[in-house]
């Protein structure tokens, strides 16, 4: 079953708790959560306290994707701000990734590590027995609203051959630039969670938009 995220990012910001809550409604299975802290990427968004705000308005599972500078440091301030998910990036600041790995595990959520587009899939490989989840930005992060970077299909099918192989049940996510037609190539390809900004938020029809990313 593939499992659809929409990212707060391209929501009404001063708007947040109606847009969270809004997301069950429409038939979302996540609620994606973009950190960004100015440094790892040219944009800043929210912290612990804004997910801990918005914690109340909805069931679904809050999946925070970090991409900040030193992530082991935010790990436990989002587990107690109510995040169920935590990814953060193989690119960062981060040394001992297996460790921050195993911190997010103790701090009881799950979680797993992010590659930009440049990043080579292996670079994720010894890290697949603590991954629960591999999100693989099919855009550089930072904005919500770019194109899809098509090469991300064919990191998608070398990851998914590598679970397989390892008989894993590890979820591939991918995140940048999904919308009905990228998402058939990425489900096509193997990926299990899709995350998707401005293809929901400025829908005419977000629950029927939601549905066709689904397939
Ligand atoms: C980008 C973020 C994405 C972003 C996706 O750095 O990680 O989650 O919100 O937005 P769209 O779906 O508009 O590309
Ligand atoms: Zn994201």
């Known amino acids: 079953m593939i499992k659809i ?20 409604n429409w038939g979302a299975d996540w609620v994606h959560f973009d950190v960004m802290d100015g440094n790892f990427v040219p944009n800043i968004t929210f912290g612990p306290g804004m997910c801990k705000a918005i914690r ?33 990036h193989v690119e960062s600041s981060e040394r001992h ?14 979680g797993g590590v992010v590659l ?44 998914r051959s590598a679970i397989l192989e390892r008989g894993l049940a590890t979820e591939i996510e991918i995140d940048g630039g999904i919308n009905p037609e990228t998402a058939r190539s990425c489900i096509d390809a193997g990926a299990t969670i899709l995350v998707a900004g401005n293809a929901v938020f400025r ?6 938009m939601i549905a066709s990313l689904r397939g």
Request: aromatic share 6%; glycine share 6%; charged share 20%.
């Open 56 to 88: 109340p308005y909805t069931k679904l599972p809050i999946d925070v994707h970090l991409m900040v500078e030193h992530p082991s440091d935010w790990i436990k301030p989002f587990c107690d701000a109510g995040a169920d998910w935590i990814t953060f």
């Open 5 to 24: 995220a929409p990212s707060l990012l391209s929501a009404d910001f001063a708007k947040l708790g109606e847009a969270t809550s809004a997301l069950s």
């Open 116 to 159: 930009c587009p440049a990043t080579p899939v292996e670079s994720c490989l010894h890290l697949l027995s603590e991954c629960d989840l591999v999100l693989l930005m099919s855009v550089n992060p930072g904005f919500g609203g770019q194109k899809f970077i098509p090469e991300t299909l064919t990191k998608i099918r070398t990851l």
């Open 203 to 208: 829908a005419d029809d977000p629950k029927a």
């Open 97 to 110: 990734l297996h460790r921050a790995l195993q911190q997010i595990h103790a701090a009881g959520c799950k």
